[in-house]
C-alpha cells in the first residue's frame, strides 16, 4: 500500500510539472506582452525614421519595439511563419497573398514615396536621356555598365526585376550585374564604391546621399511609386503575437499628427521630404498624387 500511494505521488507531480513546461512555452508573461516585433524593410531603418518615430510610440504606450530591417520578402516569411508581431513592407504585390489568405489583417495603407535610378555622375549608359525606366535599363544592359542589384528578395529587388522584365531582358547572368545580397544601404555604397548603377527607394538615398558619389540618373516614370503598407500578423492563425500591441502601433502610424510628421521628416536636411503620408488615400488618389509631383 506504501507503494502505491508513493507511485501516485510521483504521478501527481510529474502531471504538475508537465502542465506547467506546457504554459511556459505557450502562455506569453507579462514582460514578453510588452514587447512588439516589428519586421521591415532596410528603407524605413536606414532612412532614420524609425529612430524618430517609435521613441515616442514607446513612450506613450509602454511597449518596447524590437526593429528587424530585413527585405521585403523576408519580413513577410517572418509574418507568414509568426514570428512577427507587425509587417511594415512596400510590395503590394508579395503583399496580396497574405492579405487574401489570411495571415495578416488590419492591412493599412500609410505613405509612399519613389524609386530612381543612381549611378556615377558621368553617366556612361547615357541614362539622363532615357524616356522610361524600361529604356533606362535597356540602356544599361546595351553599355554592359556595371548594376548593383540588391538580390535579396526586398521590395526594390522586386521592382526591379519586374522592370527588367518589361524591357525584355534577363541580366542576372551578365558579368556586369552585380547581387550584394545585401539591405539598400550596403548596395548603395556598393554601387558608389564601383561606380555601377542601382535602383534605390529615394529616401534611403538621400539619407546617405552626402557619403556617395552617385547621382540620381532617372526618375518620375510612374511605374516607381513605390507604396508602404503596415498589416499585423492575425493572432487567430499565431495566439501568441502581441495582438493589442500592433493594434496600437498601426493606430500611432496613421494618427493625423504622425502622418504630419513622415510628411516633414527629411525637409529640414534635403530640401525635401523622405515619405509622403498616405494614410486614409485610395490607390487611385495616391496615384494620382504622386503623377502629379508627391504631395499636395
Not at 31 to 45: M, N, Q
Not at 112 to 135: H, K, M
Not at 185 to 192: K, Y
Request: hydrophobic letters at 40%.
Amino acid at each position: 500500500m506504501f507503494r502505491s500511494r508513493t507511485l501516485w505521488l510521483w504521478f501527481l507531480l510529474l502531471s504538475t510539472l508537465s502542465v506547467g513546461c506546457q504554459q511556459t512555452s505557450t502562455t506569453p508573461t507579462t514582460s514578453t506582452k510588452r514587447e512588439l516585433i516589428l519586421a521591415t524593410t532596410t528603407s524605413t531603418y536606414d532612412s532614420g525614421l524609425l529612430d524618430v518615430l517609435l521613441p515616442d510610440f514607446e513612450k506613450q504606450t509602454g511597449y518596447t519595439v524590437k526593429v528587424i530591417a530585413v527585405g521585403t520578402g523576408k519580413a513577410l516569411r517572418m509574418g507568414k511563419e509568426g514570428n512577427a508581431d507587425v509587417l511594415l513592407t512596400h510590395a503590394p504585390a508579395a503583399e496580396k497573398p497574405l492579405v487574401d489568405e489570411g495571415w495578416v489583417v488590419d492591412y493599412t495603407l500609410v505613405m509612399y514615396n519613389d524609386f530612381v535610378v543612381v549611378g556615377p555622375p558621368e553617366d556612361p549608359a547615357g541614362l539622363r536621356g532615357a524616356t522610361s525606366v524600361a529604356d533606362a535599363f535597356t540602356r544599361i544592359a546595351q553599355a554592359k555598365a556595371l548594376f548593383a542589384s540588391r538580390g535579396d528578395d526586398s521590395g526594390t529587388h522586386k521592382k526591379e526585376r519586374a522592370i527588367w522584365k518589361a524591357a525584355g531582358l534577363n541580366p542576372e547572368d551578365a558579368s556586369w550585374y552585380l547581387e550584394t545580397g545585401q539591405g539598400m544601404g550596403a548596395t548603395l555604397r556598393v554601387a558608389s564604391e564601383k561606380g555601377a548603377y542601382t535602383l534605390t527607394d529615394r529616401g534611403t538615398f538621400l539619407a546617405l546621399r552626402e557619403t556617395l558619389n552617385l547621382d540620381i540618373l532617372f526618375e518620375g516614370d510612374p511605374v516607381l511609386l513605390n507604396i508602404y503598407h503596415i498589416m499585423r500578423v492575425n493572432p487567430e492563425r499565431y495566439p501568441h503575437v502581441n495582438a493589442e500591441g500592433g493594434k496600437a502601433l498601426i493606430a500611432f502610424f496613421v494618427d493625423p499628427a504622425v502622418q504630419e510628421r513622415i510628411g516633414r521628416f527629411g525637409v529640414e536636411k534635403f530640401g525635401q521630404p523622405l515619405f509622403h503620408p498616405a494614410a486614409g488615400m485610395t490607390m487611385e488618389e495616391l496615384k494620382s498624387r504622386f503623377q502629379k509631383g508627391g504631395s499636395e
